[in-house]
Nanobody, 122 residues
């Protein structure tokens, strides 16, 4: 059974940076981040292959967010720079037992973290 534990959310000001962490126990191949803003559907943010060789970033955050993995720690990071108020959302870590070479979509995620709140004030 795979478990995902997230950390790193919080309240920041526009322009600030924040790093989210997600530590996985159990075996999974691809991992990623999704987010859900109030009143909106959950959307893809970023995903990465197990070895870190391939990453996918949503257009809405490209150039500002970076996903990386520490294989030894089974931990995936989401580095968020130049945060904007529209980045405010609950961020969820996800993992899949599928081997994907494309961006992970919500339907492909087999496991989810509990979510961590990110609030960006203007």
């Amino acid at each position: 059974q795979v478990q995902l534990v997230e950390s790193g959310g919080g309240l920041v000001q526009a322009g600030d940076s924040l790093t989210l962490s997600c530590t996985r126990s159990g075996l999974a191949f691809n991992m990623g981040w999704f987010r859900q803003a109030p009143g909106k559907k959950r959307e893809f943010v970023a995903s990465i292959t197990q070895g870190g060789s391939r990453t996918h970033i949503a257009d809405s955050v490209k150039g500002r967010f970076t996903i990386s993995i520490d294989y030894a720690k089974n931990t995936v990071y989401l580095q968020m720079d130049t945060l904007k108020p529209e980045d405010t959302a609950v961020y969820y870590c996800a993992a899949t037992s599928r081997i994907l070479w494309t961006a992970m979509n919500e339907g492909q995620a087999d496991y989810w973290g509990q979510g961590t709140q990110v609030t960006v004030s203007s």
